[in-house]
């Protein structure tokens, strides 16, 4: 019987070569993790094995017996390296039997595709006496759930969009029957930037935290978040108000915002349009605003002006102001600014010009110096910033510094 | 003694709260487990355990005594829950000394960032008596290295770049040292597109195959990769060279490429610029190739026409082809690159225009629905795509597709 008072504790088996091979990255463990966290019952094991009958069963030698919760990922394939289901059986000692609903519906998804099921897919159908089947809809291998007399054994899909699922729509609700006790943490995040971590430790008075909330800080590329973790949640949204009010010049969003979501809810509330003439940033602004469905409501589109030429051609920045400043420059910001709001005749604009390295770098302009020039309606801005990192890293915080100091420069608008 | 004959064969020990939390994914897993498969001393065993001694003992115990090498990772930090190394001398039953050379190479760090060591760094300086400490170049916390009487025992630090750094420059020459039987894997690999796993497998005629070369089909969104894998470089150059002789209309790159990094590489020996005109891709393909080092060398840049307003204005495409046919069209598509070839004088250039969903769709033109347009000099030709999968699926698809289709145009016109 499952324990109805103590705490709960979890351990995961992961299943499969290719995770000892360095193949696949076991984002599943993460992912269940931070889910059995948040749900109160807290994975503290996790073994991973090849896909071998004597190891998976030593596996489940060890955590069956030590563990409330297991869960064990992969391996419930129909091809030959797939034997998790059988060495379950094995281990708990039962047989399986063909189940004809999972059957039927294995051959329905094939069909829905036009193919013939191989035959090979009947495997799916086989359930270990005694367990139950948690319905997959997001592939063939369905989940199985057995209660022993130590506590409760999962099995997932190696999958992650299938084991995400049926852990969300089947282990959730299973343990929280199971385990009335379980208290689920919540979490609360507030989003900064603009100022360091160690300067918002000045201004931010925690003093009179209740002891029953956790205060983290976690640093991101350039910015950082603050999150409150507890069990009451009322008192954690109090908190997080009152965490935002005292550094409110530097919050732009809460919990799971991204900069990109935070401006495009921000123009869709104000019925805004924007563009965007990018340069050492290569598109990667306008990209991440339309990784959001429905982004035609705002985005209007762009130019990335790479090459002097585009910049002189299509924006109209002007030869002088080229061969004078250079095309990283408050000047070319301001111009490339004017251009791209006399193409697109957008509300909002953003320019971005500058030095992504890892070459093309000087004493006066080192590599990550970036210049980001913002419009709203009449009024234009341009910042210069010392952007640290790699390529890459450059390119992805001059592209976040802009979305955020155009949701900064919207807001204080109004 | 270590062993001088047989197979090697590794476990892997990782350390650490934030991994159980599902704070961290641990990329150090499959890092490891890649290089060392490559060195011939595969991975087939993973635990990981919370920074509890009792924990770390049990996991010691059982790896040590079953494993050639074992290798921990994360709790080697000098702050309260590293607690690795004393768990590691408490296991193997030896005390620790200061090591007065490490003291002073932690103290030389913090001085060249000018700030005062804190003295709980003194505990870097420990070393577990009969061990020896790898150098680490990249932070405070060396290596460990014990040779025991079944094998090698290794400790490293869970900064990544920490981690990696020790591996490579101390762990693999320790490695190929103790175990001179160790045979490293090499792996090659051909990239193919536009044609499916079953009918490249159709194809391809490999029952010549030698046996010691081991073969894999490696489906990723949208192409397919083929890998070969074995000891023989020789044996390997020639059979990668065969497979891809085989299957030529299909191949755009090998081993490391990329689609942007071949088409950059392209465009660079022939001498050509290139411009896009992007709608539903929304600047990614210009994000993709300007993560090149060294781009402006070919990408000029070009308009991400996001509104059928800009299209219009920027690119020129006619409000009647809009009525008529819609943005998502084969002629929209052939009049977005003439206005972007119009704007730039680019020798190559791209269109897309396409549904990304999640709505948007219609029976006619469903969700990924894309036509991609490619023009090199005096040539143009769209084609039309259905993509599957999610919005960020099908944009990452549809930017890759455009680009494989450039690299086989440009091939194909010598």
Redesign the interface.
Known sequence: MPNHTKKISSAII?IGDE?????????N?????????LLGA?????????DRTE?IMAALDFCVNRFDVVISTGGLGPTADDITKASIASFFGVGQSHHEDIWQKVQARFAARGIQVPLINRNQALVPDGFTALPNDEGTAPGLFYRHNKGCFFALAGVPVEMRHVFERQITPTLKREYPQLESLIQKTVHSFGISESALAEDLDLADLPAELTFAWLPQTGRVDLRLSGYDLKLLDEWQKRVAAQISDYVWGFDEDSPASVLAALLKERGL?M??A??????????M???E????DY?????????N??KK??LGVSGETLEKHGAVSEECAFEMLDGIKR???SDVAVSVTGIA???GGSDFKPVGTVYIGFSYLSASWVRRFLLTGN??LI?HKAAEMAILHMIKRIKETQ
């Open positions: 992961t995770i000892l091979l360095g193949q696949t990255i076991n984002t463990l993460s992912y269940l993790a931070s889910q059995l966290a807290p994975v503290v094991y996790n073994i991973t094995v090849r190891e349009t563009s965007a990018e340069s050492c940033t290569g598109g990667l602004i306008m990209k605003l339309s990784d469905p429905g982004a035609s985005l209007l589109g762009g130019v990335v002006s790479y090459s030429e585009i051609q299509v193409l697109t005749k390295g890892p070459s390529r890459q390119r």
